[in-house]
């Protein structure tokens, strides 16, 4: 897979930019509505993109040897999902031909209201389910 190819994997969703939390002993992981200080909370995307991993320490490189690490990841990711031998959901741009689809179908980081990353939030104040279009 090229580069090219791999990036074109990633819907555009913005859901990987939430903030985490993972319980220690168990691994579990949840999100909050909470959103990385790269991250437009009008658009889903990253401001800089080709220096997030520099500017944003916690930014980890997805890359397709390290993808069974990322368990982190919505289960709508694309990077998941191809892991997981599943399909991609109906809306993915792939499919859709719409880059904005997952945000028009409710997938993406739009549709929960995100919160920017301030030092003062208390997270687990906003910690969310997300939807799973996947089952």
């Given at each position: 897979m090229?580069?090219?190819?791999?990036?074109?994997?990633?819907?555009?969703?913005?859901?990987?930019?939430?903030?985490?939390l993972?319980?220690e002993d168990?691994?579990?992981?949840?999100?909050?509505?909470?959103?990385?200080?790269?991250?437009?909370?009008?658009?889903?995307?990253?401001?800089d993109?080709?220096?997030?991993?520099?500017?944003?320490?916690?930014c980890?490189p997805?890359t397709?040897?390290r993808?069974?690490?990322?368990?982190?990841?919505?289960?709508t990711?694309?990077?998941r999902?191809?892991y997981?031998g599943?399909p991609?959901p109906?809306?993915h741009?792939?499919?859709?031909?719409?880059?904005?689809?997952?945000?028009?179908?409710g997938?993406?980081?739009?549709?929960?209201?995100p919160?920017?990353?301030?030092?003062?939030?208390?997270?687990?104040?906003f910690?969310?389910?997300?939807?799973?279009a996947?089952?």
């Open positions: 090229t580069e090219a190819e791999w990036e074109a994997l990633c819907d555009g969703c913005g859901l990987c930019c939430l903030v985490k993972e319980d168990t691994g579990e992981v949840d999100y909050t509505r909470v959103i990385c200080s790269l991250s437009d909370p009008e658009t889903a995307q990253c401001s993109y080709p220096n997030r991993h520099r500017n944003v320490p916690e980890v997805l397709l040897e993808i069974g690490q990322f368990h982190w990841l919505p289960p990711c694309a990077y999902l191809l997981e599943k991609l109906d809306w741009p792939l499919i859709s031909g719409d880059p904005l689809s997952p945000q028009k179908s997938y993406g980081v739009t549709n929960y209201a919160v920017p990353l301030r030092r003062e939030i208390d997270l687990e104040d910690i969310i389910q997300l939807r799973d996947t089952k």
